[in-house]
């Protein structure tokens, strides 16, 4: 098939790369010119282990292929994924901007049947949103399919390669059969390809992610009580996990959760019950709870040197949200960073992927660049 992906972020380029490692012909685009420019010229612009030798592959098999022309990505392809970011708005919802824009000029380009399937992480109703902007301007038949993605950074090409299951939310025959045709190199295994309306899909992702967020923040919680009680929070977590009703993952506690999805998800979804005015409140506890706990960990330093950090030097050990990856979107270091800078503290902070993303932080935050420094494998 041919089929193109509009933003080549962390979800686009690995969908990209995977889809044409099953013999796809693949254009991936990006507004961002300089990126497509290094992607074009075969250097990669993340780091997710396994990506880098399927992405030479596809390139030199000529399957896989960038451009920052949406014409061209739209003319040929059947298939055409959005993998585009939906970052969370000032009341919390996720802005769905860069999405419906790209959903209007869609509709201006598109020849022939399409199916637009949405990967990115939206809130219920986002599906018909983006059907209205195509119609207007669309004169050709087309299908809008809800197919979230739930690869996790650092794991992203397993995830992709093999997922546990497939969400597709489409109510069209037609595209049905399409996507059960493109994904069945992923379900050889006999994991399932789950079809539900889009508004289920759509809310598929987001609770999802709230209820790994919430096992978190109830794992901190216990963590903080452990301390208090004199109980082994590993041990704990160890004895619960063993139970097949409760599962071992999920179950770390730690100085919170961060990344680019759980915060904004999670607020997202509670920015939705809000709207139909449900009081979520659980979702609100799980924001608490997480926020508190990368106070815990800065109050912890500030007691062990009597509240005095002036003048201290302190190592960082990971900037990166999570061990396996570059992104430091919302990671907990930053705060903890920041908070210790504020007090005096000069930081040297390691971390064997991050660094560029880490010092692009630092060199752009006034007040604390001259304070940090940064540390790589390389
Ligand atoms: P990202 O920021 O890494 O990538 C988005 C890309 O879109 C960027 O390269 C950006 O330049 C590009 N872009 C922006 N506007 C554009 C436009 N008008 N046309 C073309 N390209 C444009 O984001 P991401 O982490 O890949 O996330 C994308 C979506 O997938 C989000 O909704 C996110 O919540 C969801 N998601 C992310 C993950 C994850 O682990 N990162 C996992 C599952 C779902």
């Not at 049947?113 to 809130?123: A, M, R």
């Not at 960082?316 to 210790?340: C, H, M, Q």
Request: glycine letters at 8%; one cysteine or more.
């Amino acid at each position: 098939m041919n089929l193109s992906v509009i933003g080549t972020g962390y979800v686009g380029l690995v969908t990209g790369t995977c889809l044409a490692e099953t013999g796809h012909h693949v254009i991936c685009l990006d507004v961002d010119a300089n990126k497509v420019k290094k992607l074009s010229s075969g250097q990669i612009t993340i780091f997710e282990p396994g990506l880098e030798a399927i992405f030479h592959r596809n390139i030199k098999e000529k399957r896989l292929h960038f451009t920052t022309s949406l014409l061209e990505a739209v003319e040929g392809s059947d298939i055409i994924f959005l993998a585009l970011p939906t970052p969370p708005g000032e009341d919390g919802s996720a802005d769905l901007k860069y999405i419906l824009n790209v959903g209007e000029e869609l509709g201006k380009l598109m020849n022939k049947y399409k199916v637009i399937i949405d990967k990115s992480t939206v809130p219920v109703g986002t599906a018909d949103l983006i059907r209205k902007k195509i119609l207007l301007n669309s004169k050709v038949e087309f299908d809008v399919v809800s197919n979230p993605e739930f690869l996790r950074e650092g794991v992203a090409v397993e995830d992709f390669m093999k997922p546990d299951r497939i969400v597709i939310g489409t109510s069209s025959e037609k595209a049905k059969k399409l996507l059960e045709q493109m994904y069945a190199p992923f379900v050889r295994q006999g994991n399932p390809i789950i079809f539900m309306d889009e508004r289920s899909a759509e809310m598929t992702k987001y609770a999802a992610n709230s209820y790994l967020a919430m096992r978190i923040s109830f794992m901190n919680e216990i963590a903080n009580l452990c301390e208090k009680t004199g109980a082994d929070v590993e041990m704990v977590r160890k004895g619960m996990g063993s139970d097949t009703r409760i599962g071992k993952r999920f179950l770390f506690p730690g100085i919170g959760y961060g990344g680019s999805c759980f915060p904004k998800d999670v607020q997202a979804l509670a920015k939705t019950a809000s709207d139909y005015q449900y009081n979520f409140r659980i979702l609100d506890s799980v924001m608490k709870v997480n926020a508190l706990q990368r106070e815990v960990f800065v109050q912890k330093i500030l007691q062990r040197f009597s509240n005095n950090l002036s003048g201290k030097k302190i190592a960082l050990w990971g900037i990166a949200f999570k061990p396996n990856t570059d992104d430091i979107r919302e990671a907990p270091s930053l705060y903890v960073i920041e908070e210790l800078t504020r007090r005096g503290v000069s930081v040297v902070a390691y971390d064997p992927e991050a660094i560029p993303n880490a010092t692009a932080y630092t060199d752009d935050k006034s007040g604390i660049n001259g304070n940090v420094k940064c540390f790589g494998c390389s």
